[in-house]
């Protein structure tokens, strides 16, 4: 499956943004999808995922209440809703695919096959 990340952008403090995650080659309702970001000089970090189908999703603590992982298997897609940004969000963000059952890792970034190109996200204070 080929992912390709999209709606980053340059974006004030409190603002919010939509990313898109579309996937070509497969049907993303087979996958288990995650979002990850990776800021200069830090390590790639977890973010959201979501069960494949329209199975449930998870959050870090770091942007609960202000991001919202969803999916339109119809489109072949996963979004991410985010709200309240803040500069700490400020990082390259990533869209992730995996075939395997991945439960109890699914917020490891070694548990994903495909990835994304990433899209840049930078929130001013």
């Known amino acids: 499956v080929q992912l390709q990340a999209s709606g980053g952008g340059l974006v004030q403090a409190g603002g919010s943004l939509r990313l898109s995650c579309a996937a070509s080659?497969?049907?993303?309702?087979?996958?288990?999808m995650g979002w990850f970001r990776q800021a200069p000089g830090k390590e790639r970090e977890f973010v959201a995922a979501?069960?494949?189908?329209?199975?449930?999703?998870y959050h870090a603590d770091s942007v609960k209440g202000r991001f919202t992982m969803s999916r339109d298997n119809t489109k072949n897609t996963v979004y991410l809703q985010m709200n309240s940004l803040k500069p700490a969000d400020t990082a390259v963000y990533y869209c992730a695919a995996a075939t395997r059952n991945i439960l109890s890792m699914i917020r490891v970034p070694s548990s994903y096959e495909f990835w994304g190109q990433g899209t840049q996200v930078t929130v001013s204070s």
């Open positions: 979501g069960r494949r189908s329209y199975g449930p999703t």
């Open positions: 080659g497969r049907t993303l309702s087979r996958y288990d």
